[in-house]
């Protein structure tokens, strides 16, 4: 059994600091860059890129809404052809601070309502799709297992991944609540969720029952103040258990 751990990174912004970056990179194989819509700026991308190639951590690019005032958490009205801008735009920044360091961009993962809103939005996110699929070489794209953007990615033939939260909680359809701050949470019950996540792959939804999630990736946000030690732990009991930590580019996609 395999599975990545993976950080959302790179969220500075100016002489703002966000994030556990250095910390979390120790113990992570991915990491989603944010791009400059939502958060991070050129520096912050430059940096976090050249914090990755050190650590042998593979990147992605982590494109939000233009919203740095909403940090890409609040709702817009965007067209299939704005979302594909957006996308173009925004991978497209990354991916050149990716060759400058010799580094290949490995996936695609919207941020905030623009990862969420597609859940309910099929033109919204067959928009967000093809432009993955416009760029070469086409990365993975990292979505939330049973979702329209992820049965819709894989009806197009692309490359992919389910993503696991553990820090999240999870609604009996499956989708996830996404927090606009990420506080304080209980390492040791966060730790055996995911485990179950990826061992049994079943989480306790928020009714109290049951449901089933797949993935190939764990996320944890790193903006909490305990995220490198349950990063960690979580790590080390992973491995305990044969599981092998490995990057979403190593994987196999059928």
Not at 85 to 111: S, W
Not at 143 to 163: C, D, F, W
Not at 176 to 201: N, Q, R, S, Y
């Amino acid at each position: 059994m395999e599975i990545d751990l993976h950080c959302d990174m790179g969220e500075s912004f100016g002489i703002y600091n966000l994030g556990n970056d250095e910390e979390m990179m120790k113990y992570v194989t991915s990491i989603s860059v944010g791009c400059g819509f939502h958060a991070g700026d050129p520096h912050v991308m430059r940096k976090t890129v050249a914090l990755a190639k050190q650590h042998g951590v593979a990147v992605g690019a982590h494109p939000g809404y233009p919203d740095l005032m909403g940090f890409g958490r609040r709702k817009m009205e965007v067209t299939p052809e704005e979302a594909k801008d957006y996308i173009l735009y925004q991978v497209g920044a990354l991916t050149a601070f990716c060759q400058a360091a010799g580094l290949e961009l490995q996936h695609v993962k919207p941020h905030g309502e623009f990862y969420q809103m597609p859940w309910r939005d099929e033109a919204l996110a067959r928009g967000i799709l093809e432009a993955i699929q416009e760029i070469k070489p086409e990365p993975i794209f990292l979505a939330l297992y049973n979702t329209i953007p992820y049965e819709m990615a894989q009806s197009m033939g692309m490359r992919v991944a389910g993503e696991l939260y553990g820090d999240l909680d999870y609604y009996p359809d499956g989708t996830t609540f996404i927090k606009k701050v990420h506080g304080e949470i209980d390492p040791e019950a966060t730790v055996e969720k995911v485990l179950k996540m990826v061992l049994e792959e079943k989480v306790i939804a928020s009714d109290g029952k049951e449901i089933e999630v797949k993935g190939k990736s764990v996320c944890l946000h790193g903006d909490n103040p305990r995220a490198p030690e349950i990063a960690q732990t979580l790590r080390e009991e992973l491995e305990k258990r044969g599981v092998k930590i490995v990057s979403l580019g190593l994987q196999s996609y059928s």
